[in-house]
């Protein structure tokens, strides 16, 4: 069983930055694939970005974040990272940290262990 939480959102102006944090318990983090999707009231919840485990680190970045967003881990605090930079009125949603064991992939349903949310909201 893992268990996330997230934290890290807020309100920030168009072209600020944010930084999420979603801490993980269980000692078996490093072997987790963890992914951040977001969610629009009203719209399916989409990927944004995901990092494989067991040391491999490959990151998948949905085409909407790339170049903008990081996805960083650091297996010693069980947790993962999403840096946000330039960030956009449309980037505004509730976002999700999400855990999976095997193979990184961008669908959603793989997924089985999600947090609560954390609110992230742009200005324009």
């Known amino acids: 069983q893992v268990q996330l939480v997230e934290t890290g959102g807020g309100l920030v102006q168009t072209g600020g930055s944010l930084r999420l944090s979603c801490a993980a318990s269980?000692?078996?983090?490093?072997?987790?694939?963890m992914g951040w999707f977001r969610q629009d009231p009203g719209k399916e919840r989409e990927f944004v970005a995901a990092?494989?485990?067991?040391?491999?680190?490959?990151?998948i970045y949905a085409n909407s974040v790339k170049g903008r967003f990081t996805i960083s881990r650091d297996n010693a605090k069980n947790t993962v990272y999403l840096q946000m930079n330039s960030l956009k009125p449309e980037d505004t949603a509730v976002y999700y940290c999400?855990?999976?064991?095997?193979?990184?992939?961008?669908?959603?349903?793989?997924?089985?262990?999600w947090g609560q949310g954390t609110q992230v909201a742009v200005s324009s």
């Open positions: 999400a855990a999976k064991q095997g193979a990184i992939t961008t669908l959603r349903i793989p997924y089985n262990y």
């Open positions: 269980g000692r078996t983090f490093s072997s987790y694939t």
């Open positions: 990092i494989s485990g067991s040391r491999s680190n490959n990151i």
